[in-house]
């Protein structure tokens, strides 16, 4: 293999692609309404990384690699290690002086990270990315990262054995175009419509057609041989119209589709990837007008910057915005991290990323960090601060690494009980009928009971509505982890309820659980149902669960909870019960927005306060 150089041209308009889409994935985060689809921003990051990385090591002739393996693989620990690592290590010692709750999972995150193996960490070992308990982790972007240096690894010697057997490069981009179709089919068949999605998400089978998309594209429209001179004007037209219609469909795309769309999964993701390699392929062209559009000296700003500011915007977000704003945002807030993320990166890209890039590890090394004594007093002020704070750094983070540091509060899910069954006074169970999940026996009744005291209504208190006698001969309350922190409340308030909360469930699990409660099916039943805590359901399996109680009263109760589903299932759960006269909303989400003393420090799980207030808003609308 040869040792040549890397042998390519240098496109300003991929700046600017890169600068869109990591200000579409840092809108998305910051919750804003206009960017639901800002995550397909990775997406592109995806596109093309495929396309630059098979670009650069793609022979002009033959089938001999432009850079062998040895240089390419330093080349790209150069640019992406150092970096990175300086934002794990800097992220875990600042959650360890002023974060310790976030300790009991960071040290595993961290771990996976150093190694690039975090999107597998978090299937294995995480409950989901969309997980609800607390603040998310600083360092849960990085998934996306570790996908593309597994990729780096592992797609060079691919190429190059393929180059070998296949000898040309229109039959191996057929091979790598249907491999991408296979990765793309087992996203499809892997992710099931209203469940957690993470598996497909983080999924490097399953992610990894979008990094393909771009390996074909850079075989079948190579960088290296694209001219102005071999286009017809009318060529140039349609190249330039293409590339229009593209760009429009990624704006649209980015303002319009959402994570919680079953088609995104299902062929959406695939053919958005198909319309960034054409956006790709269009803007390195040398007559492309979109790419002079997208060569603006601040898009290629932002570009130039785009791993550092990827890299640091999510824990500079985590780290710095309270539980209770998120998915509610602060302005104000947004426009310091912001101001803080471009600075970050800056600096980054200045002392980090391209002087090791440009120079090498031991060259940087000999530069910032000198430890002899006699040399000290010559030294700038830069490098004695270095010197220090380094050494100082790691010790901190690897004594938090080991667990020599102790950690603060733990996981929410650790401390909260996982499941709670109660029956009302009068059992309704069908005594001739078995199920899967009998009810238990009286004496059995409470189970994993969270230790909740109801709070006694004061004389002058008025938002306590005076139970009424037989409003309903018997209730069932169908909830998650929030049901499970009211239930020995709302036992207290309606002794005739049957109350069956379990932590983490979702409407899919719901659904299944209905049948074991046919009896409460008529119409002197109420029915509570309190779901979407922990993600967004399909209007089908909201409509079935719906279908399953409808000739009783049918209580919902909507979610405020700090994630970006909380809108979407807000707004299916007020559609529903506008569509049926036997549905209530109980709008807990409008009496708990300004109120975060109501919630545990993880932002979902309820404080006493909460507790009764959220019994009182389902005693009110029960008793109306």
């Known amino acids: 293999m040869s040792g040549k150089s890397l042998n390519h ?5 991929l700046d600017g692609i890169r600068a869109l889409a990591v200000l579409a994935v840092i809108a998305y985060h910051f919750n804003f309404s206009w960017a639901r689809g800002g995550f397909l921003g990775v997406d592109i990051f995806f596109v093309l990384s495929g396309y630059l990385i098979t670009s650069t090591m793609l022979p002009l002739k033959g089938n001999q690699l432009t850079v062998s393996l040895k240089k390419f693989w330093i080349g790209r620990f150069r ?3 150092p970096a990175a690592y300086v934002m794990i290590i800097t992220s875990f010692v600042w959650a360890m002086l002023f974060h310790k709750e976030l300790l009991h999972t960071l040290r595993g995150d961290a771990l996976s990270s150093i190694f690039y193996s975090s999107n597998w960490w978090f299937i294995f070992h995480k409950l989901s990315y969309f997980d609800s308990f607390g603040s998310p982790s600083p360092l849960k972007n990085l998934w996306s990262l570790a996908i593309e240096e597994q990729f780096y690894v592992i797609w060079p010697v691919l190429l190059m054995i393929g180059l070998y057997v296949v000898k040309k490069q229109s039959k191996l981009a057929k091979i790598v175009f249907f491999g991408a179709i296979c990765s793309a089919l087992l996203m499809a068949i892997l992710y099931q419509p209203g469940a957690d ?9 399953t992610r990894c057609f979008e ?9 079948i429209w190579p960088m290296k041989r694209l001219s102005s001179q071999k286009l017809s004007t009318s060529h140039m037209k349609k190249l330039n119209a293409i590339s229009f219609i593209s760009f429009t469909i990624f704006l649209v795309s980015i303002m319009y589709v959402d994570e919680f769309q079953t088609f995104l999964y299902r062929g959406g993701m695939f053919l958005f990837c198909l319309n960034a390699a054409v956006l790709i392929a269009c803007v390195c062209h040398p007559v492309s007008i979109l790419g002079r559009i997208l060569a603006w000296k601040p898009l290629c700003w932002i570009g130039s910057r785009s791993y550092g500011i990827y890299l640091w915007h999510y824990p500079v977000m985590v780290l710095g915005t309270p539980i209770h704003e998120i998915g509610n945002p602060s302005y ?11 600075t970050i990166a800056e600096c980054s890209y200045r002392f980090i990323e391209m002087p090791i890039r440009k120079e090498g590890f031991w060259a940087y090394y000999r530069t910032y960090f000198v430890f002899n004594k006699k040399k000290w007093g010559s030294l700038t002020f830069s490098r004695k601060v270095s010197t220090v704070m380094v050494p100082l750094f790691l010790l901190v983070f690897f004594t938090g690494i080991t667990g020599v540091v102790g950690e603060g509060q733990q996981s929410s899910k650790d401390s909260y009980p996982t499941a709670i069954k109660i029956n009302g006074d009068e059992p309704t169970a069908n005594p001739d009928k078995t199920n899967d999940n009998p009810s238990p026996s009286k004496e059995e009744e409470v189970t994993d009971v969270p230790d909740i005291e109801t709070p006694k209504p004061e004389e002058n208190e008025t938002n306590v ?7 309903y001969q018997n209730i069932l309350a169908i909830g998650d982890s929030v049901m499970i922190d009211i239930a020995t409340s709302l036992h207290k308030v309606f002794p005739n309820i049957t109350i069956d909360g379990k932590i983490g469930r979702q409407v899919s699990q719901a659904v299944k659980l209905a049948p074991n409660y046919a009896s409460f099916n008529q119409s002197n039943n109420a029915i509570i149902i309190q779901l979407g805590t922990n993600g967004y359901f ?7 669960l719906l279908a399953a109680f409808a000739n009783a009263d049918i209580y919902l109760v909507n979610t405020r909870v700090p994630r970006s589903w909380e809108g979407k299932v807000n707004a299916s759960l007020h559609q529903k019960s506008e569509e049926h006269e036997n549905i209530t909303l109980i709008d807990w989400h409008a009496a708990a927005l300004n109120h975060p003393e109501y919630f545990a420090p993880d932002g979902v799980h309820l404080e006493k306060k909460g507790v009764e207030v959220l019994t009182n808003l389902i005693q009110q609308s029960i008793n109306k």
Request: glycine content about 6%; proline content about 6%; overall charge negative.
């Open 9 to 13: 041209r240098y496109i300003p308009g």
């Open 197 to 205: 999605p993470s598996r497909v998400y983080y999924g490097t089978d």
């Open 211 to 219: 990094l393909l998309i771009g390996c074909w594209l850079a075989l």
């Open 332 to 342: 104000w807030r947004i426009a310091l991290q912001l101001v803080l993320i471009v």
């Open 79 to 81: 640019r992406l290690l």
């Open 538 to 544: 399909t209007n089908d399996q909201i409509d079935t």
């Open 465 to 471: 509505v005076p139970e009424k006698e037989d409003t």
